[in-house]
């Protein structure tokens, strides 16, 4: 029997994605290209097996039907594959992590095995209606399904789970190195994974009850509107986003622990460096200021610099150049005639969403309330 309303969904899904591979295939074998079409392609996986069965197509081949089974649980896995190939400055993923995804498939394929040769082509598809199915078969068929969906369940959170601690790290590390982070934090990453798990949890919860021949109102509708809106994002996102150089990404975790301990005299030292660049010199006005740079500027290490930082003023790159830009934007602020977005660029902030976040983290208010603030304080 045709669903018609999410077999349309699923017709487009296919072609969004068959779209977005044909774009990636034409790109350069990096790594992040190469992952995204891993994970396009098990998403192609996916899909076209969700369209084989609302469509009404398994009639003309039962056989098919629950082939796409031990491909789904990949989609998590690699999800944080493309993820580490996006932003971890290690070259190659932990073995046991491939190990670990590699066993999710063998373990739906393992309980597949009765299913798979225990139940003929011609009674797999009497099992679609309840008054031609066998009841031994359909038992088979629901544990079957009922397994694979909590496999998927499961390598999908902890796969999901170690993606937010990537993109975290990420994100910290950058922090400690540049003080503009915007194109370099692949900050919709996150929004994807929440998305993503949201649509996916909700599947395999709708896919179980399918499976007990429960159905609720929103069945065959409201997974495939998530599905639409979570891949058209994913697609727009994931082409949109450029391949990170190897300084944007860091220092590989293997050797990432600092060895080198400074005295607090040696910090106090660097710290009067690092208030007379910024005081004096005014180098958090430079838009682009890295950590590298500011080394060159003071002429003290990259680590010593950070570990000052961190242990002396108990903050980090990115918070201690724009602390400097906020306390200049707090003195321009008083001229009314100047626009907040021209101030959020003279002192050094590439973008005013940026200019605004950091300002309201640090003062509490917007730029434009603070601003209503100092003119309510003069009368």
Same mark, same amino acid.
């Given at each position: 029997?045709?669903?018609?309303?999410?077999?349309?969904?699923?017709?487009?899904?296919?072609?969004?994605?068959?779209?977005?591979?044909?774009?990636?295939?034409?790109?350069?074998?990096?790594?992040?290209?190469?992952?995204?079409?891993?994970?396009?392609?098990?998403?192609?996986?996916?899909?076209?097996?969700?369209?084989?069965?609302?469509?009404?197509?398994?009639?003309?081949?039962?056989?098919?039907?629950?082939?796409?089974?031990?491909?789904?649980?990949?989609?998590?896995?690699?999800?944080?594959?493309?993820?580490?190939?996006?932003?971890?400055?290690?070259?190659?993923?932990?073995?046991?992590?491939?190990?670990?995804?590699?066993?999710?498939?063998?373990?739906?394929?393992?309980?597949?095995?009765?299913?798979?040769?225990?139940?003929?082509?011609?009674?797999?598809?009497?099992?679609?209606?309840?008054?031609?199915?066998? %009841?031994?078969?359909?038992? $088979? *068929? +629901?544990?079957?399904?009922?397994?694979? &969906? =909590?496999?998927?369940?499961?390598? /999908?959170?902890?796969?999901?789970?170690?993606?937010?601690?990537?993109?975290?790290?990420?994100?910290?590390?950058?922090?400690?190195?540049?003080?503009?982070?915007?194109?370099?934090?692949?900050?919709?990453?996150?929004?994807?994974?929440?998305?993503?798990?949201?649509?996916?949890?909700?599947?395999?919860?709708?896919?179980?009850?399918?499976?007990?021949?429960?159905?609720?109102?929103?069945?065959?509708?409201?997974? %495939?509107?998530?599905?639409? $809106? *979570? +891949?058209?994002?994913?697609?727009?996102? &994931? =082409?949109?986003?450029?391949?990170? /150089?190897?300084?944007?990404?860091?220092?590989?975790?293997?050797?990432?622990?600092?060895?080198?301990?400074?005295?607090?005299?040696?910090?106090?030292?660097?710290?009067?460096?690092?208030?007379?660049?910024?005081?004096?010199?005014?180098?958090?006005?430079?838009?682009?200021?890295?950590?590298?740079?500011?080394?060159?500027?003071?002429?003290?290490?990259?680590?010593?610099?950070?570990?000052?930082?961190?242990?002396?003023?108990?903050?980090?790159?990115?918070?201690?150049?724009?602390?400097?830009?906020?306390?200049?934007?707090?003195?321009?602020?008083?001229?009314?005639?100047?626009?907040?977005?021209?101030?959020?660029?003279?002192?050094?902030?590439?973008?005013?969403?940026?200019?605004?976040?950091?300002?309201?983290?640090?003062?509490?208010?917007?730029?434009?309330?603070?601003?209503?603030?100092?003119?309510?304080?003069?009368?």
């Amino acid at each position: 029997m045709v669903q018609l309303f999410p077999t349309i969904l699923y017709s487009c899904m296919v072609g969004m994605t068959i779209l977005a591979l044909l774009d990636v295939f034409k790109r350069p074998n990096d790594r992040q290209t190469v992952f995204l079409k891993g994970l396009l392609l098990l998403l192609l996986t996916h899909l076209a097996g969700e369209l084989f069965i609302y469509s009404g197509a398994y009639v003309y081949a039962p056989a098919l039907a629950g082939a796409q089974l031990p491909f789904r649980v990949l989609l998590g896995p690699a999800l944080y594959f493309y993820a580490h190939a996006t932003m971890s400055p290690d070259k190659a993923a932990d073995k046991r992590l491939w190990v670990l995804a590699i066993s999710g498939p063998v373990l739906v394929l393992a309980a597949m095995m009765p299913f798979i040769f225990l139940i003929s082509s011609e009674d797999k598809l009497a099992l679609a209606n309840p008054l031609t199915r066998d %009841p031994e078969q359909w038992k $088979i *068929a +629901l544990l079957t399904c009922l397994f694979s &969906a =909590l496999v998927f369940i499961a390598f /999908t959170l902890t796969f999901l789970g170690f993606a937010f601690r990537l993109h975290n790290a990420h994100c910290q590390q950058l922090q400690e190195r540049f003080s503009d982070i915007e194109q370099r934090s692949v900050n919709w990453f996150k929004t994807i994974l929440i998305i993503w798990g949201v649509t996916w949890l909700a599947f395999a919860v709708e896919f179980c009850l399918n499976a007990l021949g429960w159905r609720w109102f929103g069945s065959g509708i409201v997974l %495939p509107v998530l599905e639409v $809106i *979570a +891949l058209a994002i994913f697609i727009q996102k &994931a =082409l949109a986003q450029k391949v990170l /150089t190897t300084a944007d990404k860091g220092v590989p975790h293997v050797s990432q622990k600092r060895t080198a301990i400074l005295s607090p005299d040696k910090m106090q030292l660097i710290a009067a460096k690092l208030a007379h660049a910024m005081n004096d010199e005014k180098l958090f006005l430079q838009e682009d200021l890295s950590l590298n740079m500011l080394s060159q500027a003071i002429t003290e290490t990259e680590n010593h610099i950070s570990e000052t930082l961190s242990q002396h003023l108990q903050t980090n790159f990115f918070q201690f150049v724009n602390s400097y830009r906020i306390e200049e934007a707090k003195k321009a602020l008083h001229d009314r005639k100047k626009l907040v977005t021209s101030i959020a660029f003279d002192v050094g902030f590439n973008s005013k969403s940026t200019f605004n976040n950091a300002f309201k983290k640090i003062v509490g208010h917007s730029p434009s309330a603070y601003r209503n603030l100092l003119q309510e304080n003069k009368h």
